[in-house]
């Protein structure tokens, strides 16, 4: 069995070292062959150079530099690098845990699954603040589907997050890869790369399960821990679910090209930001409720204001040595 693992980084080396550090410390099964691919995605810091010093360390490292900005357009260029059959996706601020390749090794024995995810835990730079609303975890990178094994799709509402995700590549050779026009950039916090792909791959009726033993260790930085951030990050993930929005039939009732449930989610989230400004409601409420707002007016600005390039399919090439 071979793997592929795709990291992409943009002026995080520090951040870079831990994680390949906690690459170099999980347990690896002898049967599986493992690849790591950093994608340099633009960076004016020394991450080059912190990817030379790891070359004596950690076997088959590769470095890359893509130079289109973005999340989608770097690992886009691992995809189509590797040579793996197995392709595993996580970022520069996470550390895998000892038993991340175990995990991999034993799920994709079976060969009726396609892919598979697993929990973002926290490590807080800081304690975390009591006005951080529990349903907005995501803004600062902690989700969790609960502690047993479960299959995606109806029934199961979770969705498969790209920084702790593992592929087989003819998912990508089906469905194509990702989305540039959506994800995170230096130019600001758009997201739904995730979204998008998790789509069109259960449209594809391919099988993954959410694995709770699958776990990454995501570092909360300290300017995470602000309203301004999350603000910025609500807003950037109501522009893509707008953008989103443009290409897809909605199965939902509508208001003027906005779902009802989410006009109705924003305006009784002004109610609880009225009520935490006049001391009625905690501020984790009320703050959530502000976000709610965010998210709707992000939607209407990428729904109907924001360009969108097109993104075409694009074919993945499988080598012939592929296992």
Sequence with gaps: MRLDVLLPTYNRASLLRRTLDSLIAARRPADLQVAVIVIDNNSTDHTAEVVAHYRSLLPNLEYVFEARQGLSAALNAGICIGTSELIATINDDEEVDSAWFEVIHEFFLNPEFDFAGGPYKPNWAHTKPDWIPSEFGAVVGWVEAGNQRREYGPGFNAMLMGGNAVFRRHVFEKVGLFNIALGRSAKGLA????????????????????????????????????????????????????????????????????????????????????????????????????????????????????????????PVPMPEHAA
Aim: charged share 25%; with cysteine; glycine share 10%.
């Design 191 to 314: 997201s739904c790369e995730d979204e998008d792909m998790f789509g069109r791959i259960l449209a594809a009726n391919f099988r993954g399960m959410y694995l709770p033993e699958l776990i990454i260790h995501h570092y909360i930085p300290p300017e995470r821990l602000t309203r301004a951030y999350h603000r910025r990050w609500c807003w950037g993930r109501g522009a893509s679910y707008g953008m989103l929005a443009r290409g897809r039939k909605q199965q939902v009732a509508q208001l003027f090209g906005v779902p009802r449930w989410q006009i109705r989610r924003a305006t009784a989230g002004a109610l609880s930001a009225l009520k935490g400004m006049l001391g009625l409601a905690p501020a984790s409420e009320s703050f959530a409720g502000e976000l709610r707002v965010w998210d709707l007016a992000g939607y209407i600005y990428g729904r109907f204001f924001r360009r969108m390039p097109r993104t075409p399919a694009q």
